[in-house]
């Protein structure tokens, strides 16, 4: 438990430091921009080619990758629903914020300590499903409720298979459904740039942060949270309860559910024209209550 609780400490510094290192003037408020391509472009394409070098799908496990898919969908439904009555940029900021996973960075670590092979297996399902709607899925459905670009079926796909993640979870997903192994030199040059995109997440958010709960922001913030982790509580007593499912299975799914939000929303916020810095400021603030649901799950588990 404290190897995990050092982990989730050592993200929130490496926040702590870049928007520290913001305020002194060191770094621009714009900067965050570069570090968003080069982990969107980069880092996050090179994890999830790694990530596929230990996944191998089971058929009577692959509704777990609709369960991460559905569960994105439920979530995006829910903000547009709370923001049917605002502006379409709302709108689409709303659908990106309440929805996505950050299971690579947050829930697989605790998952890897706790819950051993099947347990990470079931992680990296739950997340294949996620990541269709957190790489590219959202971006390209909110574009089209933002009026960033003319809602149409050839939009929608175009944007989705724009995004490179998008692109490397297809890719590789499919590979491994095929029972097609990529040579193992893909997977040793991802490797250096997959390990860097933990800390090129962290620091984009440290970058992104702001303090700013004046206008009403602070309302916002506690909506979105509120909404979001209420309605994960009520995903993961289905999980737990009702699915017919192994035990560990079951808890991983639990875990999951109350990753915090995807660190891509301040980006794709910032693309279909919303507030980036309500965006990081929402994010960031899920991080260490995800913490603190984790940790209090594992012991209630008897994980821990």
């Known amino acids: 438990m404290a190897k995990v609780l050092l982990q989730a400490a050592a993200f929130i510094l490496i926040m702590v430091i870049a928007y520290v290192l913001k305020k002194v003037g060191f770094f621009r408020p714009q900067d965050d921009q570069v570090l968003s391509k080069i982990m969107f472009k980069i880092t996050l394409p090179a994890s999830i080619v790694v990530a596929f070098s230990k996944f191998q799908p089971e058929q009577e496990m692959l509704i777990i990758v609709l369960l991460g898919f559905s569960s994105n969908i439920l979530l995006s439904a829910l903000g547009i629903l ?54 590219g899925g959202t971006l390209a459905w909110a574009s089209a409720f933002s009026g960033s670009e003319k809602p149409s079926l050839k939009n929608s796909l175009k944007k989705l298979f724009s995004s490179v993640p998008f692109d490397m979870y297809v890719l590789f997903f499919t590979l491994s459904l095929l029972h097609i192994t990529p040579p193992d030199f893909i997977f040793t040059f991802a490797q250096p740039m997959a390990n860097a995109n933990p800390f090129i997440a962290m620091f984009m958010i440290g970058l992104i942060f702001e303090c700013d709960f004046k206008k009403g922001k602070g309302k916002i913030v506690l909506l979105n949270l509120l909404v979001r982790y209420g309605c994960c509580t009520i995903l993961a007593v289905i999980f737990y309860f009702v699915l017919p499912l192994p035990l560990v299975v079951r808890q991983v799914l639990v875990l999951t559910v109350f990753a915090p939000i995807s660190a891509l929303t301040p980006v794709f916020t910032e693309k279909t024209g919303g507030d980036k810095a309500l965006a990081g400021l929402i994010n960031s603030m899920s991080i260490p209550i995800s913490v603190v649901i984790l940790t209090s799950l594992l012991a209630a588990m008897g994980l821990g």
Do not use: E, H, W
């Open 82 to 135: 709370l923001a049917r009555k605002k502006l379409p940029v709302q709108k689409a900021f709303q659908l990106i914020n309440f929805s996505g996973f950050n299971i690579g960075c947050f829930a697989l670590p605790f998952v890897q300590n706790f819950l051993g092979p099947q347990g990470i297996v079931t992680a990296y399902m739950f997340d294949a499903g996620n990541s269709i709607m957190c790489t």
